[in-house]
């Protein structure tokens, strides 16, 4: 990876999560980040180089410009950089991080159960 790359590293068994790698990819940023399911080789080295166990992951993972994000900071931060009415996104930094985490944790901890789990990994550019 080079200083300036954008990475997301997704759950590609959650219909959620590889959903809303369908979306990025559909409406692409600028720079664009480079979509990783974490079930692959390099999604788990991404995982495991950041201290997330790439056998149970409890989160996604964004690496911008050499800064990391995960959980709540992780989604704001990649629905915010889609730019224009997205931005409004932002205001749910006013809700306090051990809160929005909360809440991403339930969510995280229940993604199969409420939205599925699909059969086969989703690969970017797959579609």
């Known amino acids: 990876m080079s200083p300036g790359d954008r990475v997301l590293v997704f759950d590609g068994y959650c219909h959620l999560c590889s959903g809303w790698a369908r979306f990025l990819a559909r409406h692409p940023v600028t720079p664009a980040f480079r979509l990783v399911a974490m079930?692959?080789?390099?999604?788990?080295?991404?995982?495991?180089?950041?201290?997330?166990d790439p056998e149970d992951p409890s989160t996604f993972l964004v690496l911008d410009a050499g800064r990391v994000f995960r959980e709540s900071d992780a989604v704001i931060h990649?629905?915010?950089a889609l730019g224009h009415l997205w931005r409004v996104f932002e205001i749910?930094?006013?809700?306090?991080?051990?809160?929005?985490?909360?809440?991403?944790?339930?969510?995280?901890?229940?993604?199969?159960?409420?939205?599925g789990r699909r059969?086969?990994?989703?690969?970017p550019g797959s579609d």
């Open 39 to 52: 079930q692959g080789e390099e999604g788990r080295a991404l995982l495991g180089a950041h201290g997330i």
């Open 78 to 80: 990649v629905v915010t």
């Open 92 to 115: 749910a930094r006013i809700i306090p991080r051990p809160c929005r985490d909360w809440m991403y944790r339930v969510l995280a901890r229940n993604r199969y159960r409420w939205f």
């Open 119 to 123: 059969q086969v990994c989703y690969l």
